[in-house]
Structure formats: C-alpha cells, structure tokens
C-alpha cells in the first residue's frame, strides 16, 4: 500500500497522469492501476477522471492530505533508522563519576555532537561500581570511570590520569604555601572518598601518610567529590581531591603535596566491544582526541604544579 499511497500523492501534486507517471518512472497505464488498487484497498473513490483533468473527491481530498503527512513521517523515520545504523542519529548513553574534565570527557561529547549532532547524549552521574552495573545491564553504553575495580570485566581504554592535591579554607594556616608535605596535614582531619567507593586511592593515601609517620585521622565520603570541597569549606578538614577540581570552590585553595605521589586513573569502559554504530563512531572520537592530546604533551615539558 505504501507504494500506492506515494503514486496518489504524487498524481494530487500533478493533477495529470502523465506528468505524474514520469516522475514515478511509470508508464501511465502502471499508474493507473496503482490508482485502482489503492481505491479497492480503502474502499472509496478519489479521484474522478476526464480526459482532461484529474478531479479529487471529498475522500481524495481528504485522503491526499493525511498521506502527504504521513509519508513525511515515513521518511523522517527511514531517514532516521539509516542514519542510527551508520551512527549518525541515535541515542547514546554516558556514565560518569562527576569529573566532567576526567578522561577529557567533556572535550571528547563537545567533538562529538560537532560531527554527529543528531545522535541524542544523556550524561548519567553515577559512581565507579554503579557505572560498571549499568554497562552490565545496558542502561548506559558507554562509563568515564575510575579503574582497577574488582567487578565482572569490562573492555578499559586509559583515558588519563591527575594528581590527588589538597583543597583548604583560604584562610588556612597552610593556604600561603604553594607546595605542602603530608607530615604538615597530621593534625588535620583528612576527607578522603571512602575504601569502599575507591579502595586502591583509600588505600594509598593510607600507605603515603604512613610512609609519612603518622596515622592519618579521616573523614570518609561516600557520595561525592564536591561534598568533600563542601566539608573542607565548612572547616571540617582537608580534602583530597583530583586535580581537575582545582578552582571549582571558591572558599578553598587547592595545593599539591609533594610526597602525595598518588594519581586517580580514568578510563573509557564498554561491556565489550560495541556493535551500536553512535558507540563505535564514540569511541572513535574519543581514541582520536586522546592522541592528539597526548601528542601535543609530548612537545611540551610537563607541568606538576596548580593554578593557584
């Protein structure tokens, strides 16, 4: 019936069943039948035919304006299906552990959506263990989380790595340093993100306050990273942060510690190898930025200090 309904419409566009027969690449005589069978599928007439002129009945008229919709429909919809298998259009689902910055991943979705700007991204925050779920499930294709975990494998591509520093009131007595050593933080109360959401990190801290001389007292987060910048604000001690979070509090500092040689690992995870085409095209985008990134840091000397 599709094909039918496409020669009406076109023959209501003409008015003329030669013209129209051209444009279908049809003989008349074809298109004429087309007409039929369509008027004996529905049940009515249409059209009322002259040797002149082509004349729409009260249901052709009728008819020809719900198909013209119709068939936009249609063809949105093919157009769309064919641009989903190429990875064109579609919808692509993105875990992450509230570090837009870590593993690049708000540079990589800007790329992206320039070359594929009909594919429809949802950003889902969701911590490590949570993330590793929901690609298991299929709730999200694609996780920017935080490895080793100890969970069913998933296909990990690194996608960067940033210093644990230390984030203070502005008016902490340590804040005018622009390099701290752990030995100083003994006093303090150290907000770290709890063993277990990041058990390697929770550990390591652990181990590097030791090699320091102290048993660090700490204020486990099971949450989020900027509810450990909230309690550091409010005085309730020094948190231990990424990086990339450095200038996102306004009352804090954020400042390196010299004998703190621990780093948060970010990778880009799928439940395996992607057959999805927007999660292919994805990855590609991603793995592509990664090397261009890294390459450009291999021309220039790296840098361990902070934008104070």
């Not at 129209?20 to 004429?32: D, E, G, I, M, N």
């Not at 770290?192 to 030791?210: D, T």
Request: glycine fraction near 6%; aromatic fraction near 6%.
């Amino acid at each position: 019936m599709l094909k039918y309904a496409q020669s009406f419409c076109v023959l209501v566009e003409e008015l003329h069943y030669s013209k129209a027969a051209a444009r279908l690449h049809l003989t008349q005589p074809a298109l004429t039948y087309q007409i039929k069978k369509l008027e004996e599928q529905i049940g009515c007439t249409l059209l009322r035919r002259s040797p002149h002129q082509v004349i729409l009945t009260e249901a052709g008229v009728i008819l020809a304006r719900e198909l013209s919709a119709a068939l936009s429909h249609v063809e949105r919809a093919v157009q769309l299906a064919q641009d989903a298998a190429r990875g064109d259009a579609g919808a692509l689902a993105i875990g992450y552990c509230e570090l837009t910055e870590a593993g690049h991943m708000a540079a990589i979705i800007r790329r992206f959506t320039q070359s594929y700007p009909r594919v429809d991204i949802t950003l889902r925050n969701l911590p490590t263990i949570e993330q590793a779920a929901a690609l298991a499930t299929g709730s999200i294709d694609v996780a920017f989380l935080h490895p080793p975990l100890n969970t069913p494998p998933l296909l990990m591509r690194p996608a960067g790595e940033e210093w644990i520093v230390a984030a203070l009131q502005t008016d902490h007595a340590l804040a005018g340093k622009p390099v701290l050593r752990l030995a100083e933080l003994m006093s303090e109360r150290l907000i770290v993100c709890a063993e277990e959401l990041g058990p390697i990190l929770y550990n390591s801290i652990l181990a590097a306050c030791g090699r320091a001389g102290f048993q660090p007292k700490l204020r486990e987060e099971m949450f989020r990273w900027h509810s450990m910048l909230d309690q550091a604000a409010s005085g309730l001690g020094v948190a231990l942060v990424p990086q990339s979070l450095a200038g996102s509090h306004p009352q804090l500092v954020f400042r390196r510690i010299e004998d703190l040689e621990v780093k948060l690992q970010t990778a880009i995870a799928t439940a395996g190898e992607p057959t999805r085409p927007a999660v292919i095209r994805f990855l590609a985008t991603a793995m592509s930025y990664l090397d261009e990134k890294s390459a450009g840091e291999l021309r220039v000397p790296a840098h361990h200090g902070l934008a104070l």
